[in-house]
């Protein structure tokens, strides 16, 4: 399923010029014969939970073919949220180890001695970990250098300056009534830039507020905010 769902846009691209490197262990190659990954807990309740013998097996194979020191990530509602800079921190790393749980999740035991980070990717439940997975190694390869067709592409996007995107307009110039904004049409890069700096503030403040709290300002910000505020 990870393998499939990556081999894909930019992210297979990225796996096909070699910039990254993707293994799967898979539990069942680490469970010994009329063993089931996943058993009924203790304590009774609902569901499975992942038995910890294959899963340590499989994350020793895992970290034994791993650079030294590569984190052994649990992906779980239970961890701290991910971000834009948790990727960006990740995609500097030269190997990580991802686990996917499934089910209820997996024997604690092998949270307490086998894995050394918890990150989630936001406050709802999915059924597997499988799709975390893939959303996180996708987020890191399109970081990679050489992975997107314009290396400026992931310099401005939402996030890499604390702040969200300005918006995009391409052909036709007027769409059912609908026109781009002159400013985009008259070739003067440097207005241009100011008027999207001053856009990405606004829809900024509007939509994501709290994004704005952890922000540094700059004066050029303040002067884009000023100009919206009082135009000449
Ligand atoms: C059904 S969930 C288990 C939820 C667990 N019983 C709980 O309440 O915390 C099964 C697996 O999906 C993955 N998963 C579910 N939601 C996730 C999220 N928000 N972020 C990352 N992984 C998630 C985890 O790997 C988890 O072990």
């Known amino acids: 399923m990870i393998l499939d769902g990556l081999d894909y846009g930019v992210s297979g ?16 190659d680490y469970c010994p014969a009329r063993m089931r990954v996943d058993d009924r807990p203790y304590g009774g309740g609902p569901g499975m939970v992942m038995r910890p013998e294959p899963l ?4 020793r194979a895992a970290r034994n073919s791993l650079p030294q020191g590569s984190a052994m990530i649990y992906l779980s509602p239970q961890g701290r949220r991910i971000d834009q800079d ?18 209820e999740g997996v024997d604690e035991r ?22 975390a997975i893939m959303v ?3 987020a890191i390869l399109r970081l990679l250098p050489g992975a997107l067709g314009h290396e400026d592409s992931a310099k401005d996007e939402s996030f890499a300056h604390g702040l969200l995107e300005y918006p995009h307009y391409t052909r036709p110039q007027e769409f059912e009534g609908q026109p781009v904004p002159d400013v985009l049409l008259n070739g003067n ?3 241009i830039q100011h008027w999207r700096q001053q856009q990405a503030i606004l829809r900024t403040c509007q939509r994501r507020p ?15 905010l000023d100009a919206w505020m009082y135009p000449r």
């Open 110 to 131: 092998i949270c307490e001695r086998d894995i050394d980070e918890q990150w989630s990717l936001g406050d709802y439940i999915l059924s597997g970990g499988e799709l």
């Open 189 to 191: 890069h440097a207005q």
């Open 56 to 59: 340590r097996k499989a994350i």
């Open 86 to 103: 948790t990727v960006e921190a990740w995609s500097r790393e030269p190997g990580l180890g991802f686990i996917a749980g499934r089910y």
């Open 136 to 138: 996180v190694i996708d």
């Open 210 to 224: 709290d994004l704005l709290c952890e922000r540094h300002w700059w004066m050029q910000d303040l002067t884009c």
């Open 13 to 28: 691209r990225t796996l096909e010029k070699g910039l990254a490197r993707l293994r799967i262990w898979d539990l069942k």
